[in-house]
């Protein structure tokens, strides 16, 4: 089965900080995936990538960054974190026609 | 905008009745459709996933596609109370990468 790493369960950051949420992948999928989840709002995409080095905005990109530097490797940047920032991020992965598997989650709370 | 849709619930179904979830999307460019599950606090699950018209059953679970009009169910027979959750349809276009998901229905089966 795939696995999808993501590197903390709970994060508490303080408002300001610079904040980097990991996520690995283990089955050389092409795509990965970073969405948040809140109440009442569904999952929300990010970013995505296809490839090394390469990503796409996706709906809600405004505060937030990505890397792939590896393929297996998919990492969001909060680069001054704030309260609404504050959420559940779920990192995914895939290949192109399939779909996604998910990682358990991270919850970070902005304070 | 291409919009999937769902009613939120809750549904709730008594223990050994049939839950009936269902989905609605706006683009006929859609060509594969998912089903995950999502217990509270946890990611999504893939359960099951379906690319041409008509019925695919795997276990308790089926799923549904009608393409013309553009509408996808899950059934689940003999529900079970650990069957509670919330169900999340997802769509992909041929043109992207990227699932676009519904809210999410939350199913409770009460013993």
């Known amino acids: 089965d795939v696995k999808v790493t993501q590197s903390s369960r709970y994060l508490v950051k303080r408002t300001g900080e610079k904040v980097f949420l990991e996520c690995v992948q283990d089955m050389d999928h092409e795509n990965m995936f970073w969405y948040r989840q809140d109440p009442g709002l569904g999952l929300r995409l990010i970013y995505f990538?296809?490839?090394?080095?390469?990503?796409e905005k996706g709906d809600i990109p405004e505060g937030y960054s990505v890397s792939r530097e590896k393929k297996e490797r998919f990492s969001l940047i909060l680069e001054s974190a704030s309260t609404n920032q504050t959420s559940m991020y779920l990192c995914?992965?895939?290949?192109?026609?399939?779909?996604?598997?998910f990682g358990s989650g991270t919850r970070l709370t902005v304070v | 905008q291409k919009e999937v849709e769902q009613n939120s619930g809750p549904l709730s179904v008594p223990e050994g009745a049939i839950a009936s979830l269902n989905c609605t999307y706006s683009?006929?460019?859609?060509?594969?459709f998912f089903w995950y599950r999502q217990y509270s606090g946890k990611s999504p699950e893939l359960i099951m996933f379906?690319?041409?018209?008509g019925d695919k059953e795997d276990g308790r679970f089926t799923a549904q596609l009608n393409k013309a009009s553009q509408y996808v169910s899950l059934l689940i027979r003999d529900s079970q109370p650990s069957d509670s959750a919330t169900y999340l349809c997802?769509?992909?276009?041929?043109?992207?990468?990227?699932?676009?998901f519904g809210k999410g229905t939350k199913l409770s089966v009460k013993p």
């Open positions: 683009d006929r460019g859609s060509q594969s």
């Open positions: 997802a769509v992909k276009v041929l043109s992207q990468g990227n699932l676009i």
């Open positions: 995914a992965s895939s290949l192109y026609r399939g779909g996604y598997t």
């Open positions: 379906i690319y041409s018209n």
């Open positions: 990538s296809y490839d090394v080095k390469m990503k």
